[in-house]
């Protein structure tokens, strides 16, 4: 039987939203690896990392609340998994600071109490990336692959938010090692020295201030190629966004000359696990992973 | 001369800003502002914005343009030598100035910050759509004809692959119960400003 896990997918994950691609190949994998995601029925927007202008502290707790209240309403006894970055920062952090602080969480439950709702403060929130390593473990990928990435050089980007403050259970803050796994899991060559790997892509901010937070996707995209990568894997919606959409801009303005893929974790383990292009979501690529349709192909 | 020596602004900060009450425990160590990815664009770095607080410095710091240069890596606080969540100290002193009427002119995280927030809160969840060409046109329509001529290419890019629904115009993904929602945020900012000290 599958294992249950209650599932917040975020805004960016809705039914064509930016990252629309990370959902449907997460679904892929899930499937395959016998993972029920049971949505949280009427989840609200966790403010992201960006919300502080107009949202006080307690308001942007009360949104995470708010799922953490409905998800253990819903789902009692499932542990509560984001795939987005910030999804998963915002109600892990909400869960811990209310689970700290009484005050706040009467606060907040008297907030709630205007929705109807109470927060207990019963759920562990994980990443589904800790889901895979914990829960499936990287033995059982590996028996999964149907089609290994033989000879595709992968640079695994983790960014920022699915490393601090938290970070996946058991990784290091400077030096975080899933994602290399994961990529040696399904075949591909991980890129072991990239350089920056734990850096900023400028998150929020490349609509804000899209010049300087350019200038760090272009170091980003810079230290792959230099390190021979073919393409990118992260774990992040932003950071995927961040390092693929623009880089016709980037190229503009420094001359350079990259056209380098950017996907999901989900997205190389649906093509090893043997699935079609449209289950990986290949299509959901504004620079297309030719090499990752070739293999899908096959 | 009593009167002259008490440091009321670190006492303001400490009452009101979020997680204010550790800014007397930096030690000037000056790590966070060497982690900081957009370290070299701030004004005042997170180590200079704390000494200022306590030296009192109210109107340059709330003033100043410096904490929106924020971009929640959280290096800062994964680095501090003494636990200092610096990034949420950031967000709350935005959120204060923002409270205050105290932000720069046309800051820009500023005005898409807030965009964000009046976005998500309109009905539970964030319209990618209505939120990207609100951005786009908020420095004047001009403007934004000239953006959404630039950011054309990515526009299509994401509609072909499904990415963009051009239907989210009409209302788009939201909650059900918005207005539960809207009540609780309601309250929650009530709560939040009678505990206010006044300045």
């Known amino acids: ?298 | 001369m009593s009167n002259a020596y008490r440091n009321n602004f670190l006492r303001e900060v400490t009452a009101n800003v979020e997680e204010g009450e550790w800014v007397k425990m930096c030690m000037q160590c000056g790590v966070c502002s060497g982690s900081c990815p957009l370290g070299p664009h701030w004004e005042h770095p997170p180590q200079e914005i704390f000494m200022m607080i306590r030296a009192g410095k109210r109107e340059e710091v709330l003033k100043s343009n410096s904490m929106w240069y924020c971009t929640s890596c959280y290096n800062c606080i994964a680095r501090c030598p003494r636990g200092l969540p610096i990034t949420h100290i950031m967000h709350g002193l935005a959120h204060y100035a923002k409270r205050l009427g105290m932000v720069p002119q046309n800051q820009q995280t500023a005005k898409f910050a807030q965009k964000f927030w009046d976005n998500l809160t309109k009905k539970g969840r964030v319209n990618e759509l209505t939120l990207g060409l609100s951005l786009y046109f908020m420095n004047g329509f001009g403007e934004g004809v000239k953006t959404s001529l630039k950011m054309q290419g990515v526009g299509l890019g994401m509609l072909k692959t499904q990415r963009m629904d051009p239907l989210e115009i009409l209302g788009g993904h939201g909650c059900k119960d918005v207005a539960g929602l809207q009540a609780a945020l309601k309250k929650a900012r009530q709560i939040e400003e009678a505990k206010a000290v006044k300045v």
């Open chain 1, 1 to 298: 039987m599958a294992k249950q896990y209650s599932f917040y997918p975020g805004c960016s994950s809705q039914k064509k939203a930016s990252s629309y691609n990370q959902l449907r190949s997460t679904q892929t994998i899930c499937q395959e690896l016998g993972i029920q995601l049971n949505e949280i029925s009427d989840w609200n927007c966790c403010s992201a990392s960006i919300g502080y202008c107009g949202g006080g502290e307690l308001p942007r707790l009360v949104l995470s609340a708010r799922n953490l209240a409905l998800s253990e309403k819903e789902h009692p006894g499932q542990d509560l998994v984001a795939t987005c970055a910030a999804c998963w920062l915002a109600t892990r952090e909400a869960q811990e600071r209310l689970e700290h602080d009484p005050q706040l969480k009467t606060e907040a439950n008297e907030a709630l109490k205007e929705a109807g709702l109470t927060f207990k403060g019963e759920k562990k929130v994980r990443h589904l990336v800790e889901v895979l390593i914990e829960d499936v473990g990287y033995d059982e990928i590996r028996k999964h692959v149907k089609k290994p990435l033989k000879g595709i050089k992968i640079a695994g980007y983790v960014g920022c938010q699915t490393n601090r403050p938290f970070g996946i259970v058991g990784e290091s803050f400077e030096n975080p090692v899933y994602l290399d796994k994961m990529i040696d899991a399904v075949g591909a060559e991980p890129i072991t020295n990239y350089q920056k790997k734990v850096a900023c892509c400028g998150g929020a901010l490349m609509f804000s201030e899209p010049e300087k937070s350019q200038a760090l996707v272009k170091d980003i995209l810079e230290a792959a190629h230099d390190a021979g990568a073919d393409m990118l894997v992260t774990p992040c919606p932003v950071c995927q966004m961040n390092t693929e959409v623009y880089q016709s801009f980037i190229n503009k303005k420094y001359g350079t000359n990259f056209n380098m893929p950017s996907v999901y974790y989900s997205t190389i383990m649906s093509v090893a696990f043997g699935k079609t292009a449209k289950e990986a979501a290949l299509d959901g690529q504004m620079i297309r992973a030719k090499q990752l349709e070739e293999v899908a192909a096959r």
